[in-house]
C-alpha cells in the first residue's frame, strides 16, 4: 500500500469507492469541505494534493500547485513516510487503529499535523472527521490490484 | 414579487354557523411575500434555499418582539414576549444556518451507532481511568444544555435559525452525556468521582450575565477545552468502540465552537464595547478551567490513558498531557483573535509555563 500513496489515482480510486457508496457516508451526514494534503519525501517527490468533499461524496482529487493550499480550508503535512504507515495500519487492521487514527497522528502532531490560515476552517477537520477517517479507511476495501 | 391576493375569491361567509366571526384576510391578500419557489439544492431543500426575500433579511434590530415567523404579515398589535435578547449581534453568527443544517444532517444515536458488543476487557487500571473521564464528562456536558435553555427562550424570535441550532446543541449534550454514562456503564466498570472542583467552571458559566459572556465561557472557551478533550479521548481511546464515540462527539462539539466563535465575532462587531465584557469574563473563565483542567482527577486519569498504563504515567503519559495542553491553548488563543479577541496580550495564563509561541499570533484577528 504505501507504495501508492504518492500515486494521485490511489486517491481517486478511495473518492470513487466513496461515490459508489452513499448510503454508508449518509448516517454521517454531508460534507462541504477542502482538504489539502502535503507530505514531503525524500528525493522532492513530495505529495501535494486537493480533496474536495461534497455532500456525500468526494467531488474533485486534483494535484496541488505550491502555494495551493491557502484555498484548503486546512491541510495535512507531514512525510510520505509516517502517511504511508498510516496506510499500511489501514489495510492491515481494516481501519485506522491506536494512534494511527487522522485525528490521533494530527494531535501528537510529531510527524503530521494539521494547520490552516484561519482557526474555523482547520476546526471543519474535526467537524467533517468520522468522514475523512472512513474515507481514508476506504484503503481496506481496495482490491489487492490497485492497491 | 405577487402579494398574496386572490380576487376571485368572494362572497365568503363572515361569521360561522356558531356565529363566530372569520377572517379571510390571509387568503384576500397579505403584505407577506408570495410564490418564492425555493430551488432544493442536491441535499434537499435547505433553510439556506428558503432565505429568499424578507424571509432571508435578518434584520439588526427586528421591529417586533413575538414569535410571529419572519417573513409573515404580523399583526401591529402582536404581543411583547418578553424578549430580552433583541439585537441581531447578541445571538447571531454568520454560519449559524450552516451549522444547524450541518447538525439535522450528522446527528446520530448512541444507541444504535456505536458498536457496544465490541468492546473489549480491559486492564483495570485502564477501565477505571476511562471509567473516570466519562465520569466527568457525562457531568460537564449537560451545562451545554442548559445554558442554551436558560437564554434561548429570551432571545428574539426573528433569529429564529440562531435558536434552532442551539436546540440541536442542546440534543448534540444530551447524546453526549447518554454516551459516555453508557460507556462507564458497559464494560464492567461504572460512574466513578465527581470533583468539587468541575462544579465551579459549571457555575461560572451559568451564572454568566449575558449571553455573550455565557457564549464566549461555553462556547469559545469551554467547548473549546472539551473539542481538545475529545481529541485526546480519541488518541488515548483503548479500542475502535471508543474511539468511534469520541470521533463522533468531537465533530458536534466544534460545530459549537464555530457557532460560538463567530458570535463573539459578530458580538463585537455590532458592539465594540462587548469586547470588554467578554474579556473580563474570560479572566475568570480561564482561571476556573485551569483549576478544572489540572484537577488531581482528571489529570490523573488522563495521565494513566495518555501513558497507556498506571506504568507509564511519568515517562508517557505527563509529557503527552504537556505537549496537549499547549495545543489546547494555542488552538483556544486563535480561535479568540479569529472572533477579534486578543487574548494573547490581558491573559494571565502562564503562557511560557504552557509552552505557548506568543509570536506565532498576529493579533489583528483573521
Redo the contacts between chains.
Keep these: 500500500m504505501s507504495d501508492r500513496v504518492n500515486d494521485l489515482a490511489f486517491y481517486q480510486d478511495l473518492a470513487d469507492l466513496m461515490n459508489a457508496h452513499p448510503d454508508q457516508y449518509e448516517?454521517?451526514?454531508?460534507v462541504?469541505f477542502t482538504l489539502g494534503v502535503l507530505m514531503a519525501a525524500e528525493g522532492g517527490n513530495d505529495l501535494r494534493l486537493r480533496l474536495r468533499f461534497e455532500?456525500l461524496g468526494c467531488a474533485d482529487v486534483s494535484p496541488l500547485s505550491e502555494g495551493g493550499e491557502a484555498s484548503c480550508d486546512c491541510w495535512l503535512e507531514g512525510d510520505t513516510d509516517s502517511w504511508g504507515e498510516m496506510f499500511d495500519d489501514i489495510t492491515t487492521n481494516g481501519?485506522a487503529?491506536g494512534?494511527r487514527?487522522i485525528?490521533?497522528l494530527t494531535?501528537?502532531?510529531d510527524r503530521i499535523d494539521v494547520r490552516g490560515?484561519?482557526?474555523?476552517g482547520?476546526?471543519?477537520f474535526?467537524?467533517?472527521?468520522?468522514t475523512i477517517?472512513q474515507f481514508f479507511d476506504g484503503a481496506a476495501q481496495l482490491a489487492p490490484s490497485s492497491a | 414579487m405577487a402579494l398574496a391576493t386572490d380576487e376571485s375569491v368572494h362572497e365568503l361567509p363572515e361569521m360561522t354557523p356558531m356565529g363566530n366571526p372569520l377572517d379571510w384576510s390571509w387568503l384576500r391578500g397579505t403584505r407577506a411575500e408570495w410564490g418564492m419557489n425555493p430551488v432544493p439544492s442536491?441535499?434537499g431543500l435547505t433553510m439556506m434555499d428558503i432565505a429568499t426575500g424578507t424571509y432571508g433579511e435578518v434584520l439588526e434590530e427586528p421591529p417586533y418582539r413575538s414569535m410571529a415567523p419572519r417573513g409573515a404579515d404580523i399583526d401591529e398589535d402582536t404581543p411583547d414576549m418578553g424578549y430580552i435578547l433583541n439585537h441581531k449581534s447578541q445571538v447571531w453568527a454568520d454560519?449559524v444556518v450552516?451549522l444547524y443544517e450541518?447538525a439535522?444532517?450528522?446527528?446520530?444515536s448512541s444507541t444504535r451507532?456505536i458498536p457496544w458488543n465490541e468492546l473489549q476487557e480491559l486492564p483495570s487500571d485502564i477501565e477505571h481511568a476511562m471509567c473516570q473521564l466519562c465520569t466527568v464528562l457525562t457531568e460537564i456536558e449537560m451545562i451545554a444544555t442548559d445554558l442554551p435553555a436558560k437564554w434561548m427562550w429570551r432571545m428574539n424570535h426573528h433569529f429564529v435559525e440562531a435558536k434552532m441550532f442551539l436546540a440541536t446543541q442542546i440534543m448534540d449534550e444530551a447524546r453526549h452525556a447518554d454516551v459516555f454514562r453508557k460507556r462507564a456503564l458497559a464494560n464492567g466498570g461504572g460512574l466513578l468521582l465527581s470533583g468539587s472542583g468541575d462544579e465551579s467552571l459549571l457555575r461560572s458559566i451559568l451564572e454568566a450575565k449575558t449571553y455573550t459572556q455565557a457564549s464566549a465561557l461555553l462556547h469559545l472557551l469551554g467547548e473549546g477545552f472539551i473539542?481538545d478533550v475529545f481529541?485526546?479521548g480519541?488518541?488515548i481511546a483503548p479500542t475502535?468502540v471508543e474511539?468511534?464515540i469520541f470521533?463522533?462527539s468531537?465533530?458536534d462539539?466544534?460545530?459549537h465552537?464555530?457557532y460560538g466563535?463567530?458570535h463573539i465575532r459578530q458580538a463585537i462587531a455590532g458592539d465594540p464595547d462587548v469586547a470588554d465584557e467578554i474579556h473580563e469574563a474570560l479572566d475568570h473563565g480561564e482561571q476556573f478551567l485551569i483549576e478544572f483542567g489540572t484537577s488531581p482527577v482528571l489529570s490523573s486519569a488522563l495521565a494513566i490513558l495518555l501513558g497507556g498504563g498506571s506504568e507509564h504515567i511519568e515517562d508517557k503519559g505527563f509529557p503527552?498531557q504537556s505537549?496537549?495542553a499547549t495545543?489546547i491553548f494555542t488552538?483556544y488563543l486563535?480561535?479568540c483573535?479569529?472572533a477579534g479577541l486578543n487574548r494573547i496580550d490581558r491573559t494571565d495564563l502562564p503562557l511560557e509555563l504552557l509552552g505557548i509561541d506568543i509570536d506565532a499570533f498576529d493579533r489583528t484577528g483573521?
Design positions: 448516517t454521517l451526514g454531508e462541504d455532500d481501519r487503529t494512534r487514527t485525528n490521533s494531535l501528537v502532531g490560515d484561519d482557526p474555523m482547520v476546526d471543519k474535526f467537524r467533517f472527521n468520522q477517517q | 442536491r441535499r454560519n450552516e450541518e439535522v444532517a450528522r446527528q446520530w451507532d473539542l481529541r485526546q480519541e488518541l475502535h474511539k468511534k470521533r463522533l468531537m465533530q462539539e466544534a460545530r465552537v464555530a466563535t463567530m503527552m505537549l496537549l495545543k488552538s486563535a480561535r483573535e479569529r483573521v
